[in-house]
């Protein structure tokens, strides 16, 4: 993410810190991801904290979401898909 001007927010009674939509966008910060805070001196570094299956999952959830196709749908392509691989494999044997 490059530099960019200054943005304000106000911290909340309870600690809670509304990110700004631009910075959320720039850093890739969604909703839901774990972020690290990294305290150097009186600035803090806000980071994502990308793990791995997590990562897989939420990408997963957003191709589904933007796709609009059910959760159905998706298991009996599946299901079709395993049946071609199976009988590519092993189908009927050649001699």
């Known amino acids: 993410m490059q530099a960019s001007k200054p ?3 106000e911290i909340k009674a309870r600690g809670q810190l509304t990110i700004p939509k631009k910075i959320r966008k720039l850093g890739h910060l969604e909703e839901g ?4 805070l ?3 001196g009186d600035v803090v570094i806000i ?3 990308r793990l791995e299956l997590d990562e897989a999952r939420r990408r997963i959830a957003k191709i ?3 796709s609009g196709v059910s959760a159905e749908e998706m298991l ?3 299901v079709r ?3 071609v691989l199976y ?5 009927k044997k050649t001699r």
């Open 7 to 9: 943005y304000t927010a």
């Open 33 to 36: 991801q774990t972020v690290s």
């Open 38 to 40: 990294v305290p150097l």
């Open 47 to 49: 980071m994502p904290r």
């Open 64 to 66: 589904v979401k933007e």
């Open 76 to 78: 009996e392509g599946l």
């Open 81 to 83: 898909e395993r049946e």
């Open 87 to 91: 009988k590519e494999r092993y189908g």
